[in-house]
């Protein structure tokens, strides 16, 4: 009798103690954050590029959560575990996007590029214009 308590009494050590664990882990689990374009063109240097980005990221468990561009606030959502939404946005940059808890905690990013449609270098001619051959 002594055996089968004992038994019964180092089960549900461990099984607390998994649980405990498995929702520590869950916890510091990175929350993958995936931005839709992840390159702009823009025709010159300078100028601003108008986009829609396509925001999505998942959670094992509902987090309160806001994305930012740089300081801006674009998005907040509360208790939620997935989110796949469009945000209208304009960059003049290159610019990182964050996913932030309530605790200012950084819990993901994600960088949008600009590129030029032109490159700024041009091709070096081999000769003068005024030559003559």
Do not use: E
Request: net charge positive; aromatic share 6%.
């Amino acid at each position: 009798m002594r055996f089968d308590r004992l038994l019964l009494v180092s089960g549900i050590l461990i099984s607390i103690s998994c649980s405990i664990s498995a929702s520590a882990i869950n916890a510091q689990l990175p929350i993958p954050l995936k931005i839709k374009p992840m390159i702009c063109v823009v025709a010159k240097s300078g100028n601003n590029c108008q986009m829609t980005i396509t925001a999505t990221w998942q959670s094992p468990q509902p987090i309160d959560t806001c994305l930012y561009q740089a300081q801006k606030k674009l998005s907040c959502w509360q208790q939620q575990t997935q989110v796949n939404q469009k945000i209208a946005t304009s960059l003049d940059k290159d610019m990182t996007f964050t996913l932030v808890n309530t605790q200012g905690k950084i819990l993901a990013s994600q960088k949008v590029k600009i590129n030029l449609s032109q490159s700024q270098l041009y091709r070096r001619r081999l000769r003068a214009q005024w030559s003559l051959f």
